[in-house]
């Protein structure tokens, strides 16, 4: 089974400084139909203007995710972290018994990033911040994961939950295939170009709600790069 989800059919908000489209219900935006897909709790898209972005604020039993698709993300939390996030790479925050922070774009253009939040396995426990570098070239062709909540994902960025977070580059004609284990979930959204998942049509940042599906394959129309969460 796979819902698509279109771009311009998702909720969203636009701040003046930000542009954000919802996938799942967030802040004013409320779906009853769209609150969660497993444990899978929130998947913004977000157009952050230079110079402006969130300022601190509090985080507490979440798993966050974020995906710079366009520019770069500056964070600082309370722990003392502060780093810089560029396109195609990833920072991951376990918010555990509670962190606030802060993410600016610094840059001279507009950042646009994906931003994820999965539930934990557990409540409570240390918050944390990581980010790391994932070059596009090391997922020419395929599915290459960046951040994990499986042991067995060694080079990717750990996050405490049942879940993955994986992405391809494809060129035009190209296929990527990622096994999906029985009774999980994945939600997949093509950051750029056009693709076909398992013969069903998107477009760059719809959405797609996948379930009941053994092998999930992307065939690339055009030049694209796609992003999958496998949850549980």
């Known amino acids: 089974m796979i819902e698509r989800r279109p771009f311009d059919q998702l909720g969203g908000a636009h701040h003046g400084w930000l542009n954000a489209k919802h996938h799942f219900s967030f802040a004013e935006y409320y779906d009853p139909e769209r609150m969660s897909w497993g444990n899978l709790r929130v998947w913004n898209d977000d157009e952050i203007d230079p110079g402006t972005g969130f300022p601190p604020h509090p985080h507490r039993e979440m798993e966050i995710i974020t995906y710079v698709r366009q520019g770069a ?19 991951v925050m376990s918010a555990g018994s509670g962190i606030v922070h802060s993410e600016y774009n610094l840059e001279k253009d507009v950042t646009r990033i994906f931003q994820i939040w999965i539930l934990p396995t557990q409540r409570g426990g240390t ?6 570098p994932f070059p596009k070239g090391d997922r020419a062709g395929r599915f290459v994961t960046l951040a994990s909540g499986f042991e067995s994902d060694e080079d990717a960025l750990r996050i405490r939950a049942d879940g993955r977070l994986v992405a391809a580059t494809l060129k035009a004609g190209q296929s990527a295939e990622y096994p999906l284990g029985a009774d999980r979930r994945a939600y997949l959204v093509p950051a750029t170009g056009k693709v076909e998942v398992n013969g069903v049509p998107l477009a760059a940042r719809d959405g797609a709600a996948i379930a009941e599906e053994a092998m999930v394959k992307v065939t690339a129309l055009e030049d694209s790069e796609v992003i999958l969460v496998d949850v549980a």
Do not use: F, M, Y
Request: charged content about 25%; overall charge neutral; cysteine-free.
């Open 127 to 132: 918050p944390s911040w990581g980010a790391k």
């Open 73 to 91: 993300i500056t964070h600082q939390d309370s722990l003392g972290n502060k780093g810089r996030t560029e396109a195609g790479d990833v920072q």
